[in-house]
């Protein structure tokens, strides 16, 4: 038997100067979700839509087919873009008095307002709980406003709240076990699925060991040919490691004492990569082998 039968949301301001703060939007007695827009597939941009830029122009993109190409011609298809994401939410607010409305709708204001976060590093996010009682999907995202109440009744009232996701995919929760893969290096490689709806950048942290030093670090992803390595030597010490973020095509090397940007070390035949959909086989070499690797990853999904 599930726990719940419908969408519970909770809004979460992590903003400089305050301790974060949530505030549930609904909790089907005095919040009750109406309805919902914008929780499915965001809207998307396909350059050949805008093309051709100059008459006679034919806007290139990236082939559908796998490679190597077939013999037939294959039509050029255009890479979309996913555009930040717009949501909606109507809530009907319910109340015994009218002072009780008025109060339940400034408390949803200051619960959700807009206004916060506003430094620089400040997140908020969306979460929903779904109808399973069990799955939670996350989306950064602002508050963008709340409208007037409107009135139904003497103490019911409609509320429209709207939000804006600049990075507009739902992923796993915060602290779910799914967001990272723990990789032995006895097992070499590792598969790591994807179940998602995107490709997803990952971060690998690789731990030195505790006899030894660990030299020539390369990565792989077998299945789609990528390979990310380092000159960097990893010094004794189990507690030293190198960071490799593919989102952000950043490197770090700690040495138990200060991080160091190590950008300057990745080899010349070396890239940053993406995990794609599905699974994919990842394989480490190195001289001395690394006492542990941690991938990190936070699956991307179209809707909730």
Request: proline letters at 6%; hydrophobic letters at 40%; aromatic letters at 12%.
């Amino acid at each position: 038997m599930v726990a719940t039968t419908y969408y519970t949301l909770t809004f979460h301001n992590h903003y400089d100067g305050a301790a974060a703060s949530s505030y549930t939007i609904n909790d089907q007695s005095t919040k009750v979700l109406l309805s919902m827009r914008g929780f499915g597939a965001g809207a998307i941009s396909i350059p050949t839509a805008r093309g051709p830029y100059t008459d006679g122009q034919t806007v290139l993109g990236t082939s559908f087919a796998a490679w190597p190409p077939p013999l037939a011609v294959d039509f050029p298809a255009a890479m979309p873009y996913t555009a930040p994401r717009q949501m909606e939410i109507a809530l009907l607010l319910k109340a015994a008095t009218i002072t009780a409305l008025q109060t339940a709708y400034a408390g949803l204001l200051r619960g959700l307002t807009p206004y916060a976060p506003v430094f620089q590093g400040d997140t908020s996010y969306l979460s929903v709980l779904l109808p399973d009682g069990a799955t939670t999907r996350v989306i950064e995202c602002y508050c963008t406003g709340v409208s007037d109440m409107e009135l139904k009744g003497r103490t019911n009232a409609l509320v429209i709240i709207s939000f804006l996701a600049p990075m507009p995919f739902f992923h796993q929760a915060w602290g779910d076990a799914a967001a990272s893969t723990a990789w032995s290096t006895g097992t070499n490689p590792v598969t790591i699925n994807n179940p998602g709806d995107v490709p997803f950048w990952p971060v690998f942290k690789v731990m030195g060991r505790a006899a030894g030093t660990v030299a020539g670090l390369h990565l792989t992803n077998t299945t789609t040919g990528k390979i990310w390595s380092t000159s960097q030597t990893i010094a004794t010490g189990a507690t030293k490691y190198i960071t490799a973020y593919m989102d952000r095509a950043k490197m770090s090397y700690y040495n138990d004492a200060t991080h160091a940007d190590i950008i300057a070390t990745l080899d010349t035949d070396a890239e940053f990569w993406p995990l794609r959909l599905g699974n994919n086989v990842v394989s480490f070499t190195s001289t001395g082998t690394p006492s542990a690797i941690t991938v990190y990853h936070m699956w991307y999904y179209l809707g909730i």
